[in-house]
Nanobody, 121 residues
Framework: QVQLVESGGGLVQPGGSLRLSCAAS????????MGWYRQAPGKERELVAL???????NHADSVKGRFTISRDNAKNTVYLQMNSLKPEDTAVYLC???????????????WGQGTQVTVSS
């Protein structure tokens, strides 16, 4: 019904930048909150940032001042601009979105497949 496809991950040196994108497609009536999570090996999944349909954003304390979440509602896409990257930012980054689908108008949370971000010299 709905797919979320992430892109933009990769290998970057400490202090570098990356921009992640996550595009939603399919039977979309409307999208509410969109967000980014990350999961490092051996650690629990943690919230990185959330953004409402109106553009109100919240960021985890660990990334405040370095990461910025944004979205383009016309493109059903959420972004994560990551600056001043640190080795501890290394993780699989996953996007999610709360989407009302066409037809039955039910609200469900959908997840992308994840994209690897590795920060290393």
């Amino acid at each position: 019904q709905v797919q979320l496809v992430e892109s933009g991950g990769g290998l970057v040196q400490p202090g570098g930048s990356l921009r992640l994108s996550c595009a939603a497609s399919g039977r979309i009536f409307s999208i509410r909150n969109m967000g980014w999570y990350r999961q490092a090996p051996g650690k629990e999944r943690e919230l990185v940032a959330l953004i409402s349909s109106g553009g109100s954003a919240n960021h985890a304390d660990s990334v405040k001042g370095r990461f910025t979440i944004s979205r383009d509602n016309a493109k059903n896409t959420v972004y994560l601009q990551m600056n001043s990257l640190k080795p501890e930012d290394t993780a699989v980054y996953l996007c999610n979105a709360d989407i009302i689908v066409t037809g039955n108008l039910l609200l469900n949370r959908y997840w992308g497949q994840g994209t690897q971000v590795t920060v290393s010299s």
